[in-house]
């Protein structure tokens, strides 16, 4: 947001803000007020008073007091070192940090680094004397930007300066709506304007590029009028004339239909808009242009062809009357009496060659009976003009197409014949199937595409509901078909495209239609068939992917998921039934590469859950959704800080927080783990880099890798430049990988793993102990730091589970490496962790992820432990009993039960039933648990049905707690929404069933 603050302040300094010095000394006073106590620190009374003894005279002391805690705008008293004395209400509140955590910082602490030397520049000028005002932008202690408006006041005593009054105003809400407003304007398709004093003070893109302007600096203070076609200018000053009678006394806006001139002459024809406006104090006129040149040309030249078609039709009927291209007049025998010329020109015989010849001897023989038939039918009736099309054989032996019009003129005495008027359409009919090919099928395979399948799809829905009669949609897509396109490249991805399509084709044989989506996503439709039949097709086409594919000297296997929807069982239209065909083929990839699976109604949450990630994964990143949270690396010696994993999370608009491990399997089969990749590295570096030069101690990033993103051709040139466009040193980047990846003897990507090496980047292998990697891997890759598993620490009590852990510590140390042990959670764990003499730890003990304001924090307090966990302990449901309206039964074995999403905010949601533990239940709610994570929100409306007594129960709900347990099942808390009606009738099913609980 800082780079979007403007003010006639802001100078140089703020725009160019990566050129400032680099080197920027943290005030030494920064690190002596950093204390718990620093409230009670002498020199902060000291000054405090000071200031306050400076303003204190006797007329104005309450009403000083008064405008410092009442004031709206937050208020800092800084010394003259910039340390921060005091603050009011309002400053804590913007700022969200308590007052007894603002004492005693520089008031860098709070400053974004573009802004860092500017404000200094700032406060020095305030020290010496100079009151002033700039923007700035902060972060608050949740991470939120903001922008900030500035007045620094000297504080004088005695002609001395004893500190500096600084006023704030947040201003970020009316940034946002600006940018909004102008992003708007920006990409708006039509013109944008604002007129003052005769002059252009504003304009848009598309207005520029509609006048010959390249850019907006150009034409701002250009005169209007001299873009106004002459002879309109009256015309034009008349209508912004009315424009200021309309806006004040309807407020409307006027309308326009007039001409322009671009900078290059061209005459516009064009629709205005406009409307009165105070802008900056001072009337202008504002509104909007839309270009019609096009459509005026448009309706010129559909009347001139108006004209000209009268007139050839004029013509053409006074110069070929019964004549159209070659004419042929046969007797009713079919014998020619007449050729025209022309006959020689379009098929290569004289006239003189085909009179008394057969009017079919030139016919194709597959045509030849088609046209006797016709011939026979012009005899019958001398009324009727037939057309038909034929094949006629040309003189060079080529076969042509011809449209033919048949007139009976045998009672015509000037004609006495058969009249036969040939035009020549090969050529057009060509053409038209060379459009049809491309509007109709695939350019790489020749297989029909999406636009045919749509076509195909619609004739038989309505075929199939006219004679009631059922089929089958397969939706097919390859399985980590995107591996190959960034491994062996787009070139042999398209090949394995064509041969997996004829492949297919080749397997389910006539009969149906097979088409292709687009990428690597096919298509099937079963003609009235079954799912039986449906199934075996299916299994022929995954027996099929069983044999390798050979290509460019590759043997590449490949798998693929088929989701199967019957009509009309799975959908009754082509919206439901496409949608439903697609989440089958999603839980077929759950299930497992080369499988296949058949929608049914009971497709659960889970399910329906995934396919509507995996379709917002690829706007997550463009939408913000996206964040990083850092976990520290503590050194088991000093307890210092000396590293952080950055974790991504997904903070999804409907599903809330996503965990990685549910999300990242989707962009790896997805092809999006790459950009996403990308987007977690190059935001923990820059963060990393923040903390630096914010005068915070130096410590290692740590990055997780993916095995797609190992193996990207560009994987050593991603990384350096993101490096290098981040400015931060390789030694503080450690890219962790798994074990497994080591398994993967891809000659690309362990040199590029060198390269960064080589670099100064360090790898540490993740979650060591649990995968299958060997010695000499470890040797090889000159891996520098091994991270013990934190599955290790859930039993480190027991002596055989610390024999374990005790071989992986002298493995690691054996082999030089770094060792850091993952999943500390207890005073106890490290206890042992440190019997090992392991350097580095992570895990709850020390600290939970959090966001970068906090471990800005932590990093600032140089020093974090056990106590840090109970201040951020997670949060716990209310106890029941403070919640509970009505009596609970509780279940000594949870009740099976069944659960389905209704709706979601104002859409409804069709899916299946996911099966749930309910441990107890009463009249106005119950509590279950399940393995799927579900967001708490008011706008999500569930189904909960279980079975009570003689009564399977459905009734509508929404969720108002969730609860983690260590298994992976989540607990919820359950609101019935219901009337007193239901709620009366399960109340009595529930008497019942407490009733036969208390006899057992």
Not at 991 to 1000: G, P, Q, T, V, W
Request: hydrophobic residues 35%; contains cysteine.
């Amino acid at each position: 947001m800082g780079d979007n603050c403007s003010g006639n302040n802001r100078g140089k300094g703020f725009t160019n803000s990566k050129k400032m010095d680099k080197s920027i000394e943290t005030n030494e006073a920064i690190r002596d007020y950093t204390a718990n106590d620093r409230n009670d620190d002498p020199y902060v009374k000291m000054e405090h008073q000071s200031i306050q003894n400076s303003l204190k005279e006797p007329a104005h002391i309450k009403t000083y007091e008064s405008l410092f805690f009442n004031s709206p705008y937050s208020i800092f008293f800084l010394s003259v070192e910039g340390i921060i004395i005091d603050v009011n209400p309002a400053a804590e509140k913007l700022m969200e940090f308590p007052k007894k955590e603002m004492l005693g910082r520089h008031y860098r602490f709070f400053l974004d680094e573009a802004d860092i030397a500017y404000t200094d520049d700032y406060f020095n000028k305030a020290i010496k004397g100079e009151a002033l005002s700039f923007q700035i932008t902060s972060m608050n202690k949740t991470g939120k930007r903001l922008a900030l408006h500035c007045t620094y006041i000297p504080i004088e005593n005695n002609d001395v300066i004893q500190g500096v009054h600084g006023i704030v105003q947040d201003y970020t809400t009316l940034l946002e709506s600006e940018e909004k407003y102008r992003r708007l304007v920006e990409n708006s398709l039509f013109g944008v304007y604002i007129i003052q004093n005769g002059r252009f003070i504003l304009a848009n893109a598309c207005f520029c590029e509609m006048l010959g302007f390249d850019k907006e600096q150009d034409i701002i203070g250009q005169r209007a009028s001299d873009f106004i076609y002459k002879q309109d200018i009256e015309e034009v000053n008349n209508f912004f004339n009315k424009s200021i009678l309309v806006s004040s006394r309807q407020n409307k806006e006027s309308q326009l239909q007039s001409r322009l001139v671009d900078r290059n002459g061209n005459v516009l024809h064009v629709e205005i808009y406009g409307a009165v406006i105070q802008y900056e104090g001072e009337r202008a006129f504002t509104g909007t242009v839309i270009n019609k040149t096009e459509q005026v040309k448009m309706e010129e030249d559909i009347e001139k062809q108006k004209k000209e078609l009268v007139l050839s039709k004029y013509r053409y009927q006074a110069l070929v009357k019964n004549s159209y291209d070659v004419v042929s007049i046969a007797n009713k025998d079919g014998i020619i009496t007449y050729q025209s010329p022309t006959g020689e020109k379009v098929l290569g015989y004289k006239a003189s060659e085909r009179v008394g010849k057969s009017i079919f001897e030139l016919v194709h023989p597959e045509d030849r009976e088609y046209m006797e038939t016709l011939f026979r039918a012009i005899l019958k009736d001398s009324q009727d003009q037939l057309k038909f099309h034929v094949k006629l054989q040309h003189a060079d032996g080529s076969w042509r197409l011809f449209e033919v019009v048949g007139n009976n003129l045998l009672n015509e005495p000037s004609v006495a014949g058969i009249v036969f008027n040939y035009f020549d359409v090969t050529e057009m009919n060509d053409t038209k199937q060379q459009l049809i090919e491309a509007y109709y099928y695939d350019s790489l395979t020749s297989l029909p595409n999406r636009n045919k399948f749509e076509s195909i799809l619609k004739e038989m829905l309505e075929y199939s509901k006219k004679n009631k009669k059922q089929f089958v949609l397969m939706f097919l897509d390859l399985d980590r078909f995107k591996l190959v396109n960034d491994t062996l490249g787009h070139s042999t991805g398209d090949e394995l495209i064509k041969k997996v399509a004829k492949r297919i084709r080749n397997t389910i044989g006539s009969g149906s239609f097979f088409g292709r989506q687009g990428g690597d996503e096919f298509v099937i439709l079963l003609p009235e068939s079954s799912l039986d039949e449906a199934t075996a097709v299916a299994k022929k086409i995954l027996h099929s992917f069983q044999e390798s594919f050979i290509l460019n000297d590759y043997e590449i296997n490949i798998t693929t998921s088929i989701g199967i929807c019957l009509y009309p069982d799975s959908g009754e239209d082509k919206e439901s039934l496409t949608k439903n065909a697609d989440i089958a083929m999603y839980r077929a990839k759950e299930n497992g590469t080369n499988s296949y699976e058949i929608f049914s109604s009971k497709m659960d949450v889970g399910t329906y859950k995934t396919f509507t990630l995996v379709n917002s994964l690829r706007k997550a990143i463009t939408n913000n959704e996206l964040t990083l949270l850092y976990q520290p690396i503590v050194s088991t010696e000093s307890k210092e800080i000396v590293g952080s994993e950055a974790l991504v999370r997904w903070n999804h608009p409907t599903w809330g927080m996503i965990s990685p491990a549910e999300f990242i399997p989707l962009a790896e089969n997805n092809g999006l783990i790459i950009p996403l990749g990308n987007w977690v590295l190059r935001k923990a570096c820059e963060q990393n880099k923040l903390w630096q030069k914010q005068g915070l101690t130096p410590i290692k990033i740590s990055v997780n890798f993916s095995t797609l993103q190992l193996l990207q051709a560009d994987l050593y040139e991603t990384v350096s430049d993101i490096l290098e466009e981040t400015e931060m040193n390789p030694r503080f980047l450690v890219i962790e990988i798994t074990e497994n990846i080591l398994l993967n003897e891809n000659k690309q990507t362990l040199q590029a793993i060198q390269q960064l090496k080589d670099l100064g980047v360090k790898f540490a292998i993740d979650d060591f102990g649990t995968g299958y990697s060997s010695i000499m891997y470890l040797r090889n890759l000159d891996i520098d730091i091994l991270k013990i598993d934190q599955s290790f620490m859930k039993e480190i009590e027991k002596s055989e589970n610390q024999d374990i852990f005790s071989t992986l510590v002298n493995l690691a140390m054996n082999l030089n490496l770094d060792v850091v042990v993952e999943g500390v959670e207890s005073k106890e764990q490290f206890s042992i962790v440190n019997q090992f003499k392991c350097r580095e730890v992570q895990g709850y003990y020390f600290s939970r992820p959090i966001p970068p304001m906090e471990f800005q924090y932590l990093l600032f307090e140089g020093v974090t432990n056990s106590a840090v966990l109970e201040q951020q302990a997670p949060y716990k449901p209310l106890e029941e009993k403070d919640r509970r309206a009505y009596s609970r039964i509780e279940f000594s074995a949870p009740l099976k039960g069944h659960m389905t999403i209704q709706s979601i905010g104002e859409k409804k949601v069709n899916i299946g039933n996911t099966k749930i533990l309910i441990e107890n239940i009463s009249a106005g709610g119950l509590r279950f648990m399940s393995d799927i994570q579900l967001p708490v929100r008011r706008n999500i409306k569930i189904k909960i049905g279980v079975q009570l007594v003689d009564e399977y129960v459905e009734q509508l709900a929404r969720i108002v707690w969730r609860n983690e347990e260590d298994n992976g099942m989540k607990q919820y808390g359950i609101e019935f929404l219901i009337d007193d009606e239901e709620r009366e009738h399960l109340q009595q099913k529930l008497s019942i069933l407490a009733n036969e609980i208390d006899k057992k």
